[in-house]
């Protein structure tokens, strides 16, 4: 078993920047691709960005991509997501995820492909 806990939400304006962290416990998440997923109010969890047990591959939805950044510490296993330029239609709640030991694939987009989830963190982008 894998336990995520995020962090770091909030309220932000328009522009603004937060960084949220993700603390795995239990299983080591060294072998594991790591993702953010986010659900905003009435609306399916879309996928965010993900990043390979190395951090050397990356991935991004085109709605984040050039905004948000991913990063992850595998000896405090953790995993961030850091958010610059946020907009209003960034606000949701955002989960951090993880995918079964072994597999590779950082384009893994939908929330089947991963085994293990948090609770998520509210973030509201807001003026």
């Known amino acids: 078993q894998v336990q995520l806990v995020e962090s770091g939400g909030g309220m932000v304006q328009p522009g603004g920047s937060l960084r949220l962290s993700c603390a795995a416990s239990?299983?080591?998440?060294?072998?594991?691709?790591l993702s953010w997923f986010r659900q905003a109010p009435g609306k399916e969890r879309e996928f965010v960005a993900a990043?390979?047990?190395?951090?050397?591959?990356?991935y991004y939805a085109d709605s984040v991509k050039g905004r948000f950044t991913i990063s992850r510490d595998n000896a405090k296993n953790m995993v961030f997501l850091q958010m610059n330029s946020l907009k209003p239609e960034d606000t949701a709640v955002y989960y951090c995820a993880a995918r079964a030991e072994g597999l590779t694939a950082v384009v893994a987009t939908t929330r089947t492909q991963y085994t293990y989830w948090g609770q998520g963190t509210q973030v509201t982008v807001s003026s």
């Open positions: 239990g299983r080591t998440i060294s072998r594991r691709v």
């Open positions: 990043i390979s047990w190395g951090a050397d591959n990356t």
